[in-house]
């Protein structure tokens, strides 16, 4: 049967040509003359040859006959031609091999990585002539590494060229992707070789049908004694920015009782050593809280006891970075205010000057302010610098002050927006404000009136932060709630552009938006492996898809001058952490099957032998034209 | 004394960048180092063969004899017959010059190869006219192809070599071979009779017989030196060729193979016997020239072949 060019193609081609060679040599080909000193001596030749003209024929014929096998050849070998039963048993497969952080675990020597490399290129070496063969590395994204192939070399150099990664594997992603390179072939097949560590075949989507495609699972590993940092998260003390908290959580996934040592390191140095035991499945969290020493980078290190490592060393490490603390300018303009004041007495980073409000134009002129607070005062215009107004009014106001309210509360409030996170508005009592009127852009943090009338606003004007609080605090309860101070110094945090969300950085297998300016359009991360990359800042921040752990490093502009962007990624998965090797793999309802067996043997490219039979005729040629046997 | 001190414009000519390799200064080396050989070769044999011994006009005295009636008075040696009183006639040696002629082939198959076959028979002729005219014999050139084309009038003595180069130098090869008619026209010409050198590749394709008998029957005495450059009788041929003849135009479709060419190494081989056979059986001294032997060695063969200059 022929896969290649069908026969009356092939007819023709052979016809033409044929004919195109025929003619060839029906022609008289035009000799080429060539001088001689003296021609008849060569007359003698010619008397001796009229002898041999029938049997030159004869050769001349065996020539033609020789080219024309010869285009056959070739002609035949456009048209691929196969056996009969390797056309029918051709398969395609979608091979996609775990690259997770659970496959470098150590169970199986030399990992479970190169083992299950070793596999796919047993499968890749038992290809029928008919087979294709397309791998795919899945981690948390979908890599192919080629195209749909037999070429057993090609996949070889593919598979050599997978990695395990320090992310979790995205099943479901990887096996939509399978399915869309196989739909509309028959027969066709999932290979996923992977130690089974995959969580469920559902995502966002809902759960991935498989269509006419046949599941086949091939596990590699074969146990999983390992304890892993599966938490760990670290932040700075709102109002005791000095001192830090840690919470973590290890977890032994495997079936003994291990002893290890935790230690925690701040900037390299060593802050804590706990040991501890845990049962088989324990998860044991931890906190430790009122630390300090360490001004910039946390890890967190597990270690077995007796010495040895436990199968997969990925997830015995985890780091985190601190933001750097500087000093902020504060200007409070106020005709006092002992609220405000008390609020800012709590973080010893504060640097406040209190103006009068008729001394607040000087003492703006000054410059370098992080902040400014009008305190029931509105400058005539708008600042350059960020600021929190407490009952603005007039035109300095950066949003509208509309009406007047009467008893207004939070019936609303946002509480993603950092300035009023974590804090508990709900139950304020306030006498009187002002419904604002928040400008493009501007978002409304707490709203009164069931939604209907803002008075909590935040924005940005000319590139400066700001937020507008709708009433006199001295008309409210609110400076005696744990709420004010909190407020106070969330606003500052926010104008700052500090996060006191925890600090236990990036997950890996995740895509990473960091702050990397407004002004750049790309960005330089170095990876902890000390390579760097080349990334895209949309809307100020840089995108990368992260699958390593470690400490990064990012140059917004890829300036060399630029500071750098520290920043951390960690694994921080209980289900990589928990590496025994899974034997079943159910999705859409059915369970993963073996993989059928390959048909080992020579390969069924005939068309390979035909032009070796053609390359052979032809040196035959050669060699009998150079010996004039031919001719 | 070496032929640069005689002739000191040689010299200015070899730096002259316009000479051809025919007079480089090498050749004029050996050209002056073999007319030294050939006086040592010619010492007491050819040269005396070549001298007759008769009274009159010789100047160098050679032997007396017995008076006998009706000789010349004049050559009585009277201080003999004075002490003897004997008559005796003083004998001398009268020198006598020889005609030389050398015919050479220019036709196209000479030039065939890039002119190898006529530099050599101009080098072959060069050198043995400076012999010839060493020894004060009567040489002259004539260049044929199927008739006399060129002629070098007959001159004497070494000085006149540079009008040997001259006329060689000039010599520009075509045409087609008949040398039978051409020598015809030549011992026309010629009825001073001589030694004729034929410097030839002899494809006639009338026959080369034909010349050599015409010059045998008209008394001149012939010796061929037959030019022959090997690289023709194995020509770097194969496949199908239209071999063209030079000079006469003829093509022949041809089948080179690598038999075809031993067959034709065979003919090119049996062709060069029949000319060796045909002069050995009519006396003609004969030498092949192959091109690719130094010149040199072959004028010492030539020399010692002799006969040529007698």
């Known amino acids: 049967m022929l896969a290649g060019l069908p026969l009356a193609q092939l007819a023709a081609i052979f016809g033409a040509v044929g004919l195109g060679v025929l003619a060839l040599y029906l022609l008289k080909l035009r000799r080429r003359v060539v001088a001689v000193p003296f021609s008849p001596l060569w007359e003698r030749i010619l008397r001796d040859k009229e002898a041999t003209t029938l049997l030159s024929r004869l050769k001349r014929l065996l020539s033609l006959l020789l080219q024309l096998v010869l285009l056959a050849l070739l002609v035949l070998a456009l048209g691929d031609p196969r056996a009969a039963e390797t056309m029918v048993r051709g398969r395609t497969l979608v091979v996609l091999v775990d690259a997770s952080a659970s496959m470098q675990a150590t169970d199986v020597k030399p990992n479970r990585i190169s083992v299950a490399q070793g596999e796919v290129k047993r499968m890749a070496r038992g290809l029928g002539g008919a087979d294709r063969m397309l791998v795919a590395q899945m981690d948390a994204v979908v890599t192919p590494l080629g195209p749909m192939t037999g070429d057993t070399s090609q996949l070889e150099r593919e598979i050599d060229g997978i990695e395990a990664t320090d992310a979790p594997a995205d099943l479901p992603r990887a096996l939509r992707f399978a399915t869309d390179v196989l739909r509309g072939v028959d027969g066709g097949e999932i290979v996923v070789v992977s130690d089974g560590a995959l969580g469920d075949a559902s995502d966002s989507s809902g759960p991935v049908h498989l269509g ?65 035991r845990l049962a088989p499945g324990e998860r044991l969290p931890r906190f430790y809280s009122q630390l300090s020493g360490a001004s910039r980078t946390l890890e967190a290190t597990i270690a077995r006891v007796d010495g040895t490592r436990d199968q997969l060393p990925a997830d015995d490490h985890a780091y985190a970075l601190l933001p750097e603390r500087r000093r902020a300018k504060i200007l409070v303009v106020s005709a006092g205010n002992t609220y405000l004041d008390a609020a800012l007495l709590l973080d010893e980073y504060l640097d406040v000057t209190d103006v009068a409000p008729a001394a607040y134009p000087a003492a703006f002129e000054k410059g370098g302010w992080d902040a400014i607070i009008f305190d029931a005062v509105t400058p005539a215009q708008t600042p350059a610098a960020n600021a929190l107004y407490i009952d603005p009014r007039g035109p300095g106001s950066p949003v509208r002050v509309d009406r007047e309210l009467k008893a207004p509360g939070f019936d609303k409030v946002d509480r993603k927006h950092p300035a009023v996170q974590w804090l508990a508005l709900d139950d304020v009592n306030v006498a009187r404000g002002h419904r604002l009127v928040p400008g493009p852009g501007d978002r409304v943090v707490g709203a009164s009136d069931g939604g209907a009338s803002p008075i909590l606003v935040a924005g940005a004007r000319d590139g400066h932060r700001f937020v507008a609080l709708g009433f006199d605090v001295r008309d ?14 969330d606003c500052i945090d926010w104008f700052a552009g500090e996060d006191a969300k925890y600090l236990s950085g990036y997950r890996t297998g995740e895509v990473w938006r960091i702050p990397a300016g407004a002004s750049a359009e790309y960005a330089t991360v170095k990876m902890p492996d000390g390579a760097t990359q080349r990334v895209a800042v949309h809307e100020g921040r840089a995108v990368l898809e992260g699958e390593r752990s470690g400490f990064y490093q990012l140059v917004p502009g890829g300036r060399p001058d630029e500071p750098a962007v520290p920043f951390a990624a960690n694994l921080l998965d209980a289900r990589e952490s928990a590496i025994a090797p899974q034997d079943r793999l159910v999705v859409d309802g059915k369970e993963a099957g073996e993989l059928p067996p390959f048909h080992l043997g020579v390969r069924r490219d005939i068309w390979v032998y035909l032009l070796l039979a053609a390359v052979l005729l032809t040196a035959l040629e050669w060699g009998s034209y150079h010996r004039r046997v031919t001719v | ?140 050139i004539v260049t044929t192809c199927d008739r006399v084309m060129q002629r070098m009038p007959e001159t004497r003595g070494k000085a006149r070599i540079f009008k040997v180069f001259r006329f060689l130098r000039a010599l520009e090869p075509g045409g087609a071979t008949d040398l039978g008619e051409a020598m015809k026209t030549f011992v026309a010409q010629n009825k001073r009779r001589g030694l004729v050198v034929l410097v030839s590749d002899l494809y006639d394709p009338a026959g080369f017989e034909k010349g050599i008998n015409v ?52 003919a090119h081989a049996q062709y060069r016997a029949t000319v060796e056979r045909f002069c050995a059986t009519h006396q003609v001294p004969y030498v092949q020239a192959n091109v690719e032997v130094p010149f040199d060695e072959l004028i010492l063969r030539v020399l010692r072949r002799g006969g040529f200059v007698r």
């Open chain 1, 476 to 489: 409210s309860d609110l400076p005696l709630r744990v709420a004010w101070p909190l407020f106070v110094l």
């Open chain 2, 215 to 266: 010059l045998r029957y008209n008394k001149f005495d012939t010796f061929v030196v037959h030019v022959v450059d090997p690289a023709e009788a194995r020509p770097q041929l194969l496949g199908d060729v239209i071999v063209r003849d030079c000079e006469t135009g003829d093509e022949r479709e041809v089948t080179v193979t690598s038999k075809a060419l031993d067959r034709f190494a065979a």
């Open chain 1, 212 to 276: 006419r495609a046949r599941l086949s699972y091939l596990r590699v590993g074969k146990e999983g004694k390992n304890v892993g940092i599966t938490q760990f998260s670290v932040r700075r003390y709102p109002l005791d920015k000095g001192h830090y908290e840690v919470m973590l959580e290890l977890s032994n996934t495997g079936p003994d009782v291990e002893d290890v040592e935790l230690r925690l390191l701040g900037d390299g140095a060593l802050v804590d050593l706990t040991r501890l």
């Open chain 2, 1 to 140: 004394m070496g032929v640069f001190d005689l002739f000191p414009r040689l010299r200015e000519k070899k730096s002259a960048p316009a000479d051809d390799e025919l007079f480089s200064e090498p050749f004029q080396r050996k050209l002056e180092y073999l007319a030294l050989v050939s006086r040592r070769v010619y010492s007491g044999k050819l040269r005396a063969e070549r001298r007759t011994k008769k009274s009159g006009s010789g100047v160098e005295f050679a032997d007396h004899r017995e008076y006998q009636p009706g000789d010349d008075f004049r050559s009585l040696d009277w201080n003999v017959y004075q002490r003897f009183e004997r008559l005796l006639v003083r004998l001398y040696e009268e020198e006598e010059d020889l005609a030389i002629y050398f015919v050479l082939d220019t036709s196209a198959s000479m030039a065939f190869s890039d002119e190898r076959k006529l530099r050599y028979g101009k080098r072959v002729v060069a050198a043995l006219a400076y012999v010839g005219l060493a020894n004060l014999d009567r040489v002259s």
